[in-house]
């Protein structure tokens, strides 16, 4: 059930302020206001309710039965959303805040720049220490604590232990070549042999992904093969020579957007595999880390990626 939008957090307040002092006078006195204010917000408030909230006497106000139990939730909720508004701002008060970010390289390339943007703009006082590498590499640093959180796949069973994995988005593997390339236009799976490839190493969150994909299509060992997570290299290697890069779909979309390489017209919807937020499974996430997942989150609907 919605929240009716009638209802505000100056009427929280009032509804709470009354029930604490008893009084509707008491209550406008200490907030500054009148009392037909005070007594024109009540009424408001058991409107958009829909229930009579407060008895009046002569001796005061007191509450009814479903005021009293509208009470605890309204003070409890007033008070959680003072504490979130004083923890950011002693947080961000304290200086020198940095958050370590580790990000797999498709996420690097395009999710964590737009959120950096955003983070920038919403908290310039909390510094970011973006870290790439390969997925085990990156779950461990954030197992260990040098890490606040990882944006990529899905880890290994065997690496997730103490860890928590929020998903975000699917993301396949792509097939690309430089512009030229005598494949492009071509669907068969098997001419791919004929070529260098340059294919994900051992660390590689899509290893297993890969292998399985050219294994289906019985393919089990495909061309001179080049292992390496160092997309800087790939992008060189593949744009000055005949090579097929088998690469997570987001390292190259801005590559592919704007003509630097083209992707094979094979289709890769098996090689689909999650994307998400891997956090440390115990403690409080600091208000800081809850703005930049906040910023993730906002960059990924922005460019329609869960869709």
Known sequence: MEIDRRIKIRHLRTFVEVARTASVGKAAELMHVSQPAVSKTLAELETALGARLMDRNRSGVAL??????????????????RQGIEGISETLAGGGLRLSI??????????????AVEMGRIAPEVGLAIVTGPNGYLLSELAGGALDLVIGRLGKP???????FSHLYS????????????????SDVAAISDYPIVFPNRDAAIRTMAEQFFIAQGIPQVGHRIETVAETFGRAFVRKTDAVWVISSGVVALDVAEGMLVELPITMRETLGPVGLTMRGE?????????????????????????
């Open 102 to 115: 580790g990000a797999l390289p498709s996420v690097a390339a395009r999710i964590v720049p737009d959120a």
């Open 283 to 307: 403690g409080e996430t600091s208000p800081a880390l809850r703005m930049f997942i906040e910023a993730v989150r906002r960059t990924v609907a922005g460019l329609q990626l869960a869709s």
């Open 158 to 164: 065997e690496a997730m232990s103490g860890l928590s």
């Open 171 to 186: 993301e396949r593997i792509s097939l690309v070549v430089r512009p030229g390339h005598p494949l492009i236009g071509r």
């Open 64 to 81: 009814t039965p479903v005021g009293q139990m509208f009470h605890s939730y309204a003070s409890s909720s007033l008070a959680a959303l």
